[in-house]
């Protein structure tokens, strides 16, 4: 679907398009490990507050770019210590 909607938007085929998108997740495949870290060698607390502060998502650690990953929120007393 995605393919048709931007082949589409561009006047492009699906051949066209794929093998262009292609080459453009090609390329910043190259750049995955400048950009695409994760803090694992950070504490916690920094990482959600810079995430906080840059944004504004409380308590979060960590964030996936289009995916959706169902994750059960803590409960109890000590829940914004996790």
Known sequence: MFLYAVGDAESLSKAT???TLRSVYLALK?????FIT???HRRTTY???G???NAGFSN????????HIKIKRP???HEDDL
Do not use: N, Q
Request: glycine share 14%; hydrophobic share 35%.
């Open 17 to 19: 398009t794929c093998r």
């Open 30 to 34: 190259g750049y995955m490990h400048i």
């Open 38 to 40: 994760f803090p694992g």
């Open 47 to 49: 990482v959600k507050e």
């Open 51 to 53: 995430l906080y502060k």
């Open 60 to 67: 979060v650690i960590g964030a996936l770019d289009c995916s």
């Open 75 to 77: 409960s109890g007393a």
